[in-house]
């Protein structure tokens, strides 16, 4: 085979693996033919692994191209390996059939509490280091370990499983396999390792790239990556690196003078060697198999606890760790495509945001919180929600109300970190009409960057099926690895609306609002809520607030400032979410009823620049009279008077974190006639085991044996002294329900089981009281005002999305979005990537819209009209 010396610098002028595949398939049982669930699929010694799934499925994602070696574990069964050739466009789909364990496994030995401790102990000194004694790494799962006992008191080790550590410093969790070995013997462990990251900790991070990047750069593997750059500093001797491609795409045949001696510093020596006549790696020097390289000096002790993983970016971090931060590298520019521009009441509005960076180095160190605003033309905020950005980018859809009122509005996206910057922030002109209503037609231009489209057909009939393919290339016609998002419309019943601002323009850098040091907005890893405290009067007020998170999974305790603003940050929930806020006053500590809380929101930049909207014209196309919005008045009918409605039934609250409760006693059975007594003895004739003894005021209500915790519309009313609900001290169950109209308990929720998410308050069980309205007195509510808000939002697909027009009567004809993808990807392995949708009945012409951003940063986008009338 051709040799050449080393010149790679092309393959690191920025570090990637190039193209990527998945690996995916289904585990079953050989002899059964039934899927296997919890199998764990891992490439050892990297981060890529899944579990399968209740049919068996599993995926690994994002591999890079090569040769690779998957394993398959579940305990009881053989251990499974394969070797996978990954191609990128070409599927893996793998059919993996295990057979169960011939051999019986180990029993454990009888042991005392004492003697096992020990035991583990002694089996952690073994994995981790005799003499290591550093607090941040963990055995998580002790009890999976197996001691069977052999003669001379030894003990002989398994596990049920891997056994699992985690090292707080790097941010890894280590599975080990391993096979049986005798305790004390100090025989070489056979084990293999796979990697977990655990939780980013926004306060550890830091912390944790520099210990990753330390750990890397004392492995063979860094050594091996400059020897693939041609590089031979800190080796002992020349090492006269060469390398050859290797037989697929993705490995390469490294070959170096050995053995070869590397100089680690403080009399450190480490030895390189490898059998036969190359070392096949990948292209950052990780090896594609470990058993023909051969390790000596301190490289023979490294402990895989204490390492990364053999596809770790170091050369990223490296970049990152020489990189000075300051304001043009730390930019965020945004940009923001919708579906289109104009819209009816109740219809979503689907938007995809890319964030466009200084130095894409930077983007794992900037904001992960994107905020969409509905904003009408007074500057009111009809909608403000949040969405996680992901490596750069953000999608998902806002849901309209059924306005009454229609016309100009502003769609207003951004980012905290993006405002320190002049043109942070985003606007979109949104029109929302009446159906009778849209805006002028407007010219569609031909443009087109990098991008191009093509169909199946040349025309189409009403109601068929259109193939499209879409193609991201370079200046030579070659395919391009870009992130894309697609909107097709029916020219029918929408109107082409231009953009205020391209890609292009939204791209362009950046000015400052001052030095870095001087920026008033943090990066947000996770969205803000802020508050308020009022008196009875309406005026802010300072004060301490106690926060139950969706009811004990967080308690947080903040105090005000003087004008009563306060705020928890750095949320992360997903979905709908619930706070319950009780405040008093900090010199009095009286209780302050007064309580606001939202997601933060940042001012405006552009407020009061002047919007263009095309004009409003009457609809080509009217909808049914039937379904209008507004039918005109008949002969004989009357306009009434407007009535307002000044309370309204709110739905009942949703389900608790207690789950399915024993016994739900609804009061419209009861026969109530207002005293507490006596709907406390009603209440305990329809649930057994609760016991009420005593009369008013020395009331005695017992459940499993001592007093219940209760709450009322899931904020808890009552507890025990030192407890988390200290201001609560004394107050009794009886007290609770002497507090509350029982005319307004809409049902009673009783859990006589322990509830152990509420720790030692519920040991008793719990007594929990849904009230008919929102709108009890919150004097008679212990003082807890509750919230229901929501974080980010789970990504649903289009078509899900759009079932919500079903509900809408007035919008069921109708379908001016015929397709939208924000998650199209073009990964430079195939010319053009196919699309499907079907026309409305009606034919016609149709827009596609696509917009997106290349690997490197750049802009693509471009805007057609197919299916036209000849």
């Known amino acids: 085979m051709a040799r050449y010396l080393v010149v790679l610098f092309f393959f690191f002028v920025s570090f990637s693996f190039g193209q990527t595949g998945k690996i995916f398939g289904k585990v079953t049982d050989s002899s059964s033919g039934l899927p296997m669930v919890d199998i764990h699929v891992f490439i050892p010694n990297t981060t890529y692994q899944a ?55 180990m029993a454990s030995a009888d042991l005392s509490k004492s003697k096992r401790s020990k035991l583990e102990q002694e089996v952690r000194e073994v994995f981790v280091g005799k003499n290591n004694t550093k607090e941040s790494v963990h055995l998580l799962n002790p009890d999976k370990l197996i001691f069977e006992s052999q003669p001379d008191n030894l003990y002989k080790i398994s596990s049920v499983g891997p056994v699992f550590f985690t090292n707080n410093e790097t941010g890894y969790l280590v599975s080990i396999y391993f096979k049986p070995f005798l305790l004390g013997s100090g025989e070489k462990i056979e084990q293999t390792i796979t990697y977990f990251e655990l939780p980013r900790e926004e306060s550890l991070e830091a912390e944790r790239r520099k210990a990753r990047l330390a750990a890397f750069q004392n492995s063979p593997q860094h050594f091996l990556s400059l020897l693939m750059e041609g590089k031979a500093e800190g080796f002992s001797s020349n090492p006269n690196p060469e390398v050859a491609f290797g037989t697929t795409s993705g490995d390469y045949l490294l070959s170096f003078a050995k053995p070869l ?16 006549e190359n070392l096949e790696v990948k292209i950052n020097g990780a090896p594609s198999s470990f058993d023909r390289l051969k390790l000596g000096g301190t490289f023979a002790d490294l402990n895989p606890i204490f390492g990364v993983p053999s596809n770790f970016n170091a050369d990223r971090l490296t970049k990152l760790a020489n990189l000075e931060k300051n304001a043009e590298v730390m930019q965020e520019r945004l940009y923001v495509q919708t579906d289109r521009r104009h819209y009816w009441p109740a219809e979503n509005i689907y938007f995809k945001a890319y964030l466009n960076y200084g130095n894409p180095l930077m983007a794992e160190e900037l904001s992960k919180v994107l905020h969409v605003e509905l904003l009408d033309s007074t500057g009111y905020v009809w909608i403000h929600q949040v969405f996680e950005i992901e490596d750069g980018f953000s999608e998902g859809h806002l849901a309209l109300p059924d306005l009454s009122e229609t016309g100009s509005f502003l769609l207003r996206s951004y980012t905290a970190w993006g405002l320190n910057y002049k043109q942070g922030e985003h606007y979109i002109p949104i029109q929302i009409l009446n159906h009778q209503s849209q805006p002028e037609a407007t010219q569609i231009p031909k443009e087109s960057l990098k991008v191009g489209v093509f169909s199946d057909k040349e025309s189409y009939k009403g109601g068929e099926k259109v193939k499209l393919n879409i193609m991201a290339v370079d200046e030579n016609g070659s395919p391009i690895q870009a992130n894309l998002s697609v909107s097709v419309l029916d020219l029918n019943q929408a109107v082409y609306v231009p953009e205020s601002q391209s890609i292009a323009q ?38 301490s607030v106690k926060a139950f998170v969706n009811g004990y999974d967080d308690i947080r305790n903040v105090k005000s400032g003087r004008g009563g603003d306060f705020s928890f940050p750095a949320s992360n929930f997903q979905g709908d979410f619930e706070i319950s806020l009780q405040a008093s006053t900090i010199q009095s500590g009286q209780p302050i009823r007064t309580i606001e809380l939202d997601l ?63 016994k739900v006693v609804m009061t419209e059975n009861m026969n109530v006639v207002g005293t507490t007594i006596q709907f406390l003895y009603a209440l305990s004739a329809q649930v057994s085991g609760l016991r009420i003894v ?149 034919p016609g012409p149709i827009l596609i819209e696509i917009r997106g951003i290349t690997d490197l940063g750049q802009p693509i986008y471009g805007t057609f009209v197919l299916n036209q009338p000849n």
């Open 694 to 842: 005593g009369s008013p005021p020395n009331v005695s209500v017992s459940l499993r044996g001592g007093e219940p915790l209760v709450l009322i519309n899931g904020a808890p009313a009552n507890g025990g002294s030192g407890t988390v609900l200290e201001g609560n001290s004394g107050r009794s169950v009886y007290d609770v329900f002497e507090s509350v109209n029982v005319f307004n308990i809409e049902r009673v929720e009783v859990i006589r089981r322990l509830v152990p998410q509420y720790g030692d308050l519920g040991r008793n069980g719990l007594i929990s009281i849904i009230l008919k309205t929102g709108e009890q007195q919150r004097a008679n509510l212990n003082n807890f005002t509750l919230f229901k808000l929501t974080g980010f939002p789970k990504s649903v697909p289009f078509s899900e999305a759009e079932e919500s027009r079903n509900s809408f009567p007035f919008l069921v004809p109708f379908r001016p979005t015929l397709y939208w993808n924000p998650l199209l990807i073009s990964d430079g392995s195939r010319l053009s990537i196919p699309v499907e949708f079907y026309l409305n009945e009606l």
């Open 261 to 276: 001696q590397v100089d680690l510093g403080a009399g450190s020596k480490g030895i390189l060697d490898y059998s036969g």
């Open 600 to 662: 933060k929101s940042y001012p405006r930049q552009n407020a009061s620049e002047n919007w263009k909207f095309p004009a409003v014209v009457k609809r080509g196309i009217q909808p049914d009279p039937k379904i209008r919005p507004v039918i005109p008045m008949q002969e004989g009918e009357i306009l009434l008077e407007e009535t307002v409605v000044e309370e309204k039934k709110e739905a009942s609250i949703g389900p608790m974190i207690y789950g399915t409760p024993d």
């Open 51 to 105: 579990f399968s799934d209740s049919a068996g499925g599993f995926i690994l994602s994002d591999i890079p191209e090569g040769k690779w070696e998957i394993q398959v574990r579940g305990f009881g069964w053989q251990t499974l390996e394969e070797k996978v050739l990954v191609k990128a466009g070409i599927p893996n789909d793998l059919d993996l059939k295990l057979s169960p364990e011939t051999t019986f496994g």
């Open 506 to 543: 939204s791209f362009l850098p950046k000015t400052t609002n001052g030095e870095i040091e001087s920026f008033l907005n943090p990066v947000e890893k996770g969205f803000e809520l802020e508050g308020q405290l009022r008196d009875d009067s309406g005026k802010p007020i300072e004060g």
